[in-house]
């Protein structure tokens, strides 16, 4: 099932799959589930995921990072 979303299944194989969505509740629930979360953390396009996260980091943010690494590796 998990291979259907990663990669176009074979008539034969997709045939497969939905019988068995037929007669397993659990897989059928999975397979929502997972296409949920698929529309939940979808990103519409580059442009709102720059607005969302800046371009590169503050030279304050980036001393902060490298103090902590460098504390943690003490």
């Known amino acids: ?4 979303l990663e990669r176009r299944l074979s008539i ?6 939905r019988i068995h969505m037929i ?3 659990w ?3 999975y397979l929502e589930q997972i296409g949920l979360l698929q529309q939940v953390t979808q990103v519409d396009g580059a442009s ?3 607005e969302a996260m800046p ?3 503050s030279a304050e943010a980036r001393n902060r990072m490298i103090a902590e ?5 003490d």
Do not use: G, I, P, Y
């Open 55 to 57: 371009v590169q980091l």
């Open 27 to 29: 897989c059928k629930r």
């Open 23 to 25: 007669v397993c509740d």
């Open 69 to 73: 690494l460098t504390r943690e590796a």
């Open 48 to 50: 709102q995921m720059t």
């Open 1 to 4: 099932m998990s291979e259907s």
């Open 12 to 17: 034969a194989e997709h045939f497969r799959m």
